[in-house]
């Protein structure tokens, strides 16, 4: 299945214009839409008050393709963004960002996915910079020039005090750096995973767990 992922909240594209430029996108690489899936909200509600698309995300199938004007349609969140491109990965869904021209699945870079991200938090604190900046959100840092490295030696294993000595940086700053932004979190999960399939050794075995499906399982755990 093919599908058209669009969604209506506030401050966001028209509807009509995040169709546009999905059709026309699906024309330029040959792909049938299946089905249109809309999301309507009279406000940017959290994930986890989204209980609609966490029921179209555990309804994929592996080889389903999802196309979506842009990243933020997702969530505009960078936290919540791992956690629903990780859910789609656990399902072998395809994720096509229209707007970005870019295919997400398991054989995607993680260094491909992490501009977007730091474009998304650099937007948020843009707009909140008169506001003053809420939980949870995260500024720039100098340690942003470093990310591609911090990403690769990690996934090879290296300690933060091996890369703070590589890198001749601070190894508290560093280590700082990596737990806000959730680095080490990424290369453990499925990004790790789908940034080096040659060194993972058969893909096909390897079972992905969406992590609204974990926090169902643990719920029910606690209630029983």
Same mark, same amino acid.
């Given at each position: 299945m093919i599908y058209a992922y669009i969604r209506q909240i506030p401050n966001v594209s028209h509807l009509v214009e995040q169709q546009r430029d999905i059709l026309t996108f699906s024309l330029t690489k040959g792909l049938e839409i299946d089905k249109e899936v809309v999301e309507y909200s009279t406000k940017n509600l959290p994930i986890e008050e989204r209980a609609e698309f966490e029921t179209f995300l555990q309804s994929m199938?592996?080889?389903?393709t999802v196309l979506v004007s842009h990243i933020e349609m997702l969530s505009d969140k960078a936290e919540e963004l791992i956690k629903?491109?990780?859910?789609?990965? =656990?399902?072998?869904?395809?994720?096509?960002l229209v707007k970005s021209n870019i295919v997400v699945n398991k054989e995607t870079a993680m260094v491909d996915i992490f501009p977007l991200l730091n474009a998304l938090r650099q937007e948020e604190k843009e707009k909140t910079n008169n506001i003053g900046r809420p939980k949870g959100s995260k500024s720039s840092s100098k340690f942003d020039i470093y990310q591609s490295q911090v990403l690769k030696f990690l996934g090879e294993g290296m300690s933060? =005090?091996?890369?703070?000595?590589?890198?001749?940086? =601070?190894r508290s700053s560093l280590k700082d750096y990596i737990e806000s932004r959730g680095i080490k979190e990424l290369v453990e999960?499925?990004?790790?995973?789908?940034?080096?399939?040659?060194?993972v050794g058969?893909?096909?075995?390897?079972?992905?767990?969406c992590p609204f499906e974990k926090e169902k399982t643990a719920n029910r755990k606690k209630v029983s």
């Open positions: 199938h592996k080889g389903d629903v491109i990780n859910c789609m990965l =656990s399902h072998n869904v395809n994720l096509w933060v =005090s091996a890369i703070a000595r590589e890198l001749e940086v =601070s999960s499925t990004w790790m995973e789908m940034h080096t399939p040659q060194e058969g893909m096909d075995n390897v079972v992905l767990i």
